[in-house]
């Protein structure tokens, strides 16, 4: 299957503002599909609310557009009743890490098979710019005027220490290293989460004086370095990109299936 037949081309052009990195997660997240040759009826999207969220609306997946921050409930709901799909779970700072950020710590300590995609722009941009629990402090926001003061999640440690066993991070700048990320998530067994720093130049980078779009994108490649990397080594405070986590563990499915088959013999 070539890309467009993973994309539902009636509802284009997209929504998203001229510039978002949402497009670019986009063409990574099909190239993915596309170079693993999965069948577009053996994937499930699930979604939540925001700019990230729209994603299930453009591609010709089983989709499931729901309510915010539960688009991971809906996904284990998915995942237990048909194991074999391919769940996938785009998600922004708010779906992922706010009111979804309770859902996220414990899909993760399950390690149920889904993909959990961050598209982290540090903002919650469709609402208008208010700040997010990846924002950072001495941000602007709507909601800010007079700069952040809460500190941010770092989502790599967060996902580490709850239990995910595939945990990665890269950038819209690196949109082909993006698309090997995610094709080593879907195939992992287990939870997996990539995150992707995505621009928002509309409130994000308009606000905190980061220049337009393709600004925002070229820094990305200036103020992270490959895990391993000698830039990394002479320049710690860098942010590392790359995978974090790749290890195997029990699956919940395959776990849970155990238990059925324990209670069938209980009741013979």
């Known amino acids: 299957m070539a890309i467009k037949d993973y994309l539902r081309q009636r509802f284009f052009p997209h929504m998203w503002c001229p510039g978002c ?18 069948e577009k009826n053996d994937i499930v999207m699930t ?30 709901g998915v995942k ?27 899909a993760a300590r399950r390690n149920i098979d889904i993909t959990a995609i961050v598209m982290n722009n540090k903002i919650y941009g469709m609402t ?13 926001a709507t909601t800010a005027p007079y700069l952040t003061i809460d500190n941010d999640f770092d989502v790599v440690e967060l996902a580490k220490a709850a239990g995910a066993t ?19 998530a879907i195939m992992h067994k287990g939870f997996s989460v990539v995150e992707i720093l995505s621009q928002c130049p509309t ?28 830039k990394l080594e002479e320049n710690p405070a860098l942010i590392g990109r790359g995978i974090f986590v790749d290890r195997q563990a029990p699956e919940y499915c395959e776990e849970y299936d155990k238990i059925i088959e324990y209670a069938m013999k209980g009741r013979k």
């Open 203 to 230: 409130h994000y980078g308009r606000k905190n004086k980061e220049g337009d779009a393709p600004q925002m994108v070229a820094n990305y490649d200036k103020i992270t370095a490959r895990l391993g990397s000698k």
């Open 21 to 38: 990195g949402h497009g670019t997660v986009l063409n990574s997240l099909l190239r993915a599909v596309e170079e693993l040759g999965i």
């Open 47 to 76: 979604s939540g609310i925001g700019c990230s969220a729209r994603i299930s609306g453009y591609v010709d997946f089983h989709s499931l557009h729901s309510l915010h921050g539960r688009a991971l409930a809906f996904a284990t």
């Open 128 to 140: 208008g710019g208010q700040y997010s629990p990846l924002s950072g402090v001495g941000k602007k």
């Open 166 to 184: 595939f945990v990665a991070r890269t950038t819209t700048f690196h949109a082909t290293e993006a698309t090997d990320f995610l094709k080593k």
């Open 80 to 106: 237990l009743s048909q194991p074999k799909l391919k769940l996938l779970v785009p998600m922004g700072d708010g779906d992922a890490l706010a009111i979804g950020g309770n859902h996220f710590i414990h």
